[in-house]
């Protein structure tokens, strides 16, 4: 068995719920739920707000604003229900491990990514460079470039610490008993005190020349103080062929070397890997009779489909145009950006000073604040905050729940979706019982609801390989129980 992936409870329902029952999801607006009280999910509203794409430090205070200002305009009476900060269910020990290994794996994504991002960038120059040689350089790059290729290709470079732990070793090494001797025969025998010489300032010759303020077009007076005053290179980087190539090389050699670092690609960092490989061997077949890149369109076009539908990048990659390097090193950059962006946003924990912040804040605007409890006497048991928010309908304070996490569903409560972003749409968990298991009696829809959750896989239990929501559903149906 597996443990379950990040799906805020019960895996894969609601897209199989959309499937076979759309009608149980009705789109609904903010207006239609005028003077509703709505329990919500607080801790994962603040998670949501938390990974928007946005680099305001206070982006998940906006959004509690936000949303507390349209409820109230609507008239509906949001009730925040918040997780306890330190008590957690120890029967979601397993999957809380498991989504810090997810972060630990999305940061390792993020620096995998930025490294791209680094080795794209030159990709990018070194083309641009490539553009502005005649055809005679052009064809000279390619071939030296393929012959830095077939001449070997270097195994993985080791571990930082591995090098650093090398290089330290190679200038540090134990000296043998002659290298002492003749170290020790080079010293002076007695020790004075004008053995070094005293210091003296040296002296310059003042020329005639144009003024320094002249010259400069900076005040020198302005970075008096400081150790970055600006500076202007005159180095022609890859100005000639096999500069250009020996780059080329470098670069290729360091995307073999990321593929050996150990992370895990996803799909769509696959489709990249794949795309900057086919820049490089493109480049290294060189122009054909007409002077251009011998490419293979198909195998382009099939690469640029892949990326297109994997993610949306910023710019459309070309599929029907002549192919060219430097536009396809842009492209690929552009879609690295996107996938950077994302893990960037993944690779982030939110802190517990975000959870206070909208406690206090929601406090601050004389909305309702309720936290789970710590599991002591005097603090009441654990709970998860659906699961409380849920109580709260069922005992008459709420009508119905705002979360994403899915286990509302075994509640019997209406759930509504889509808050943060004001997608709005309310989910009725007796419609999806009654078209789930309709030949069952009313009376034991819930515990075959529970069954179905326990065989799709939720926070709480393990998933059953090869059993999804699919087969979940026709079992159930079938034996009216998981065993």
Partial sequence: MRSSSVACGIKGVLPYVRQVAPHCLVPVQLADLAH?????????????????????PSRHLDGFRDVIGRLRAAQCVPIFVFDHLHARLPQKARENARRR??????????????????????LCESMAMFQQFSRDDQARTCALFRQLRHAGRPDPPPALDAVRAERWAQRHMALSEA????????????????MYEPFEHDTYVAVDGPPAAAALPWAVSDHAERDDAPFVWHVELLATPPALARALWTQQVGMHAAQHDGVQETLSQCHATHAEAFIY?????????HGELACDAQSWHTICEALLKSALPPRPLSTSEAWDAHAAAMHLHAFNAHLVDIYRRASR???????????????????????????????GAIH???????????????????????DVLLYSVPMLRGLSNMALELVDPQAIRAALFPDTPQSQRADSMVQFALLCGTDFNRTIPGIAAKNAHRLVTLFHTRT
Avoid: K, N
């Fill in 179 to 194: 290298e002492h001797a003749r170290i020790l025969a080079l010293l002076p025998t007695t020790l004075s005190d004008d």
């Fill in 281 to 289: 061997d493109t480049i290294a077949q060189g122009p054909d009779v």
């Fill in 101 to 122: 290994a997810a972060h630990r794996l999305a940061s390792a994504r993020h620096v995998h990514e930025q490294q791209r991002a680094v080795r794209l960038q030159e």
């Fill in 384 to 406: 998860e905050a659906e699961a409380f928010a849920s109580a709260l309908v069922h005992e008459g304070y709420a009508d119905m729940v705002a979360s994403e996490d899915t």
């Fill in 349 to 379: 924990l939110v802190p517990q000073e975000a959870y206070l912040e909208c406690m206090e804040l929601c406090r601050r605007l004389e909305a309702p604040v309720l936290v789970t409890g710590d599991g002591t006497s005097a603090g």
């Fill in 36 to 56: 509703a009280r709505i329990a919500i999910d607080a801790t994962l509203l603040t998670q949501r707000f938390f990974y928007r794409d946005s680099a305001d």
